[in-house]
C-alpha cells in the first residue's frame, strides 16, 4: 500500500496528464457519471481524506502567523474573483464563461499541502489557509458568483446562493469537518496513512477524469485555455506579492494555495450552478493548476530542500 500511494504521488503529473488525455478522447462514460451526481460524490471523498491529512496540533501551531494569513485570505478572496472575471472576458460562450468564473470562487488547491511538503514549506500553515479558504467559499460562493454573473452576462445571476450554499455545505465543509474530526481521534498507522493518500489520489483522478470528459475539443477552447492561463499567471503573481517578506518556508506556504485554486471545488461549484458542461474549463485548469504547482514545489524544493 505504501508503495503504491508513493507510486501515485511521484507519478501525479503523468497520471493527470493521462487522466486528462483519456477523459477528452473517451468521454463517455465520464459524462454519464456526471449527470448522475459523480462530481459532488467524488469532491466529497477528495475533501474527506484531505481532512484525515489534517491535525490540530499542527493547525493551532502556526497561529503566531495568523496576521498574514488573514491578509492572504482577504486579498485572495477580493482580488481572485476580480481576475477571474477579467480573463473570462476573453471567452464568448456564456457557459464556459460562466465555468472560469467559479475558478475564482474556489478554495485553494488540496495538493497544496503535499506539494508544500515537496518545497520544504511550512505544511501546517498551507494546511490552515486551505482549511480557512475552503470555509470562506460554502459561505461566500454563491452571492460571489452571483455578482460576477450579472457583470460577466452570464446565468449566474440567476443562481439561487441557499441552494449553492446548501450543496457546498454537504459535499465540502461536512466531509472536511468529518475528516478533520476523525483525524482528531484516531491516529493512523503506516498503511493507513499510505491508504488515506493513495484514496486522495485516486479521488482526485477519478474528479479530473470526469470533468475532462466534458471538454469537447473545437476553437472555443483555445480562447478558454489562454483566459485559464492568464488567471492562473495572475493567481501565482498575487501569491508572490503576497508571500514578500516571509521566511522561505512560510513564503511557499502562502505562494502555493494562493497560486493553486482548487479545480475540483470550481467543478463542483460550476456542475451545481450552470449544469455539466460548464465544469469543463475545470479540466484544463485542473492540468494548468497541477502541472504548475508541481513545478514550483520542485524547483522551491531543490533550493530550501524537503522538510
Not at 481524506?49 to 493551532?60: E, I, K, M, Q
Not at 475564482?104 to 498551507?126: S, W
Not at 449566474?156 to 465543509?173: N, R
Amino acid at each position: 500500500m505504501a508503495a503504491a500511494a508513493g507510486l501515485a504521488e511521484r507519478f501525479l503529473l503523468l497520471l493527470v496528464l493521462v487522466v486528462a488525455a483519456a477523459a477528452v478522447a473517451l468521454p463517455g462514460w465520464g459524462r454519464v457519471a456526471s449527470a448522475h451526481g459523480g462530481i459532488d460524490a467524488a469532491l466529497a471523498v477528495l475533501v474527506f481524506t484531505t481532512g484525515l491529512a489534517l491535525r490540530v496540533a499542527d493547525l493551532a501551531a502556526v497561529r503566531t502567523a495568523w496576521r498574514r494569513i488573514a491578509v492572504a485570505l482577504a486579498v485572495s478572496t477580493a482580488v481572485l474573483p476580480a481576475l477571474a472575471w477579467a480573463a473570462s472576458r476573453l471567452i464568448s460562450d456564456p457557459v464556459l464563461r460562466a465555468g472560469v468564473l467559479t475558478a475564482g470562487v474556489a478554495p485553494a488547491e488540496v495538493a497544496t499541502v503535499a506539494l508544500c511538503v515537496i518545497a520544504g514549506g511550512d505544511a501546517a500553515m498551507c494546511a490552515v489557509i486551505l482549511a480557512a479558504s475552503t470555509l470562506v467559499t460554502v459561505l461566500a460562493a454563491g452571492p460571489v458568483l452571483a455578482l460576477a454573473g450579472a457583470a460577466a452576462t452570464v446565468p449566474a445571476a440567476t443562481v439561487p446562493a441557499a441552494a449553492l450554499l446548501g450543496t457546498l455545505a454537504l459535499v465540502v465543509a461536512l466531509p472536511l469537518a468529518a475528516g478533520i474530526g476523525l483525524r482528531a481521534r484516531w491516529a493512523p498507522g503506516p498503511r493507513s496513512g499510505a491508504a488515506v493518500r493513495l484514496g486522495t489520489v485516486l479521488a482526485l483522478l477519478v474528479l479530473l477524469w470526469q470533468v475532462a470528459s466534458q471538454i469537447r475539443l473545437d476553437a472555443g477552447y483555445l480562447r478558454v485555455s489562454a483566459a485559464l492561463a492568464v488567471f492562473l499567471a495572475g493567481s501565482a503573481l498575487l501569491g508572490a506579492l503576497l508571500s514578500v517578506r516571509l521566511p522561505a518556508g512560510r513564503g511557499v506556504a502562502v505562494l502555493l494555495p494562493v497560486t493553486m485554486r482548487d479545480f475540483a471545488v470550481a467543478a463542483g461549484i460550476a456542475a451545481t450552478a450552470f449544469g455539466p458542461a460548464a465544469a469543463a474549463p475545470l479540466g484544463v485548469y485542473g492540468v494548468f493548476v497541477l502541472v504548475a504547482g508541481t513545478v514550483i514545489a520542485q524547483v522551491a524544493g531543490r533550493r530550501w530542500g524537503p522538510g
